[in-house]
């Protein structure tokens, strides 16, 4: 199979699932939010909640899978599995707004992701953070087809990984520090003390969007992004494999 078809068929099986994340959540959303989704969230039954943690480690594994499958190398795996991440979550609310109309805007609050703590922040943030990871897929596989560039530098993963931990700690910063002012860390491992924690999660409403802790990720990353195109387009391509 030609490298175009299997980005066709690979980018038509992200913005399925994101279908698919879609469809899920609107009946999430019609059975606990029939007035409309809104913080604070509502309380789910353990098994619900369980459910749903569960949930989300299948999309990432399925992810996954499916990027190991396309790519040829550790690079292009790495690029599948970002092109993936990105078109599936740009589309997933595009799917919202279809079925459900959500979100209003593009500022306004979601829970991202529930691992390993709740993500939350305005719709635009991962929105703005799955460009950069399409963006940056489509030129890893692009020099890795033409033999210019076969990985990262030292420089660049640094810059990549440091400005991911800072756009996680954007995302996840108020919620941990919501937490951690009524709870100590050991009473996460207690089961006597999970009610009081749900019940206490359940009052959470986010406020405050940590933006100037969220560009300066970005950015970051936007650094190791340019230094890698830069990188690959002074590399002297092999023997193209057409």
């Known amino acids: ?48 909640a369980l459910t749903e943690l569960l949930r989300e480690a299948a999309t990432l594994i399925m992810l996954v899978t499916v990027a190991l499958l396309a790519g040829k190398t550790r690079m292009e795996r790495l690029a599948f599995f970002l ?18 109309g959500w979100p209003a805007s593009l500022v306004t609050w979601d829970i991202l992701f529930l691992l390993p703590t709740p993500w939350v922040g305005p719709v635009m943030a991962p929105v703005i953070n799955s460009l950069t990871m399409i963006v940056l897929a489509f030129y890893i596989i692009h020099f890795t087809h033409q033999g210019r560039k076969a990985t990262f530098s030292g ?3 640094i810059l990549l990984i440091v400005g991911s931990m800072v756009i996680l700690a954007a995302f996840t ?3 941990i520090r919501f937490m951690s002012g009524a709870f100590r860390f050991t009473d996460f491992f207690s089961s006597s003390r999970q009610a009081a924690i749900m019940r206490y999660t359940s009052t959470f409403v986010p406020r405050h969007f940590k933006w100037y802790l969220f560009l300066g990720g970005v950015i970051v990353q936007l650094a190791a992004v340019v230094l890698y195109i830069a990188g690959g387009m002074k590399h002297r391509p092999a023997v193209s494999r057409d």
Do not use: C, H, Q
Request: glycine share 6%; no cysteine; net charge negative.
């Open 173 to 175: 910063e108020e919620y």
């Open 1 to 48: 199979m030609s490298r175009n078809r299997i980005l066709t068929v690979f980018i038509l099986f992200a913005i399925a699932m994101a279908f698919l994340e879609g469809a899920v959540v609107s009946y999430l959303r019609a059975l606990y939010y029939p007035e409309g989704f809104a913080f604070p969230l509502k309380m789910m039954p353990p098994s619900i």
């Open 83 to 100: 092109l993936g991440f990105g078109v599936w979550d740009i589309f997933y609310y595009v799917f919202l707004k279809v079925i459900l």
């Open 155 to 157: 420089y660049e993963w």
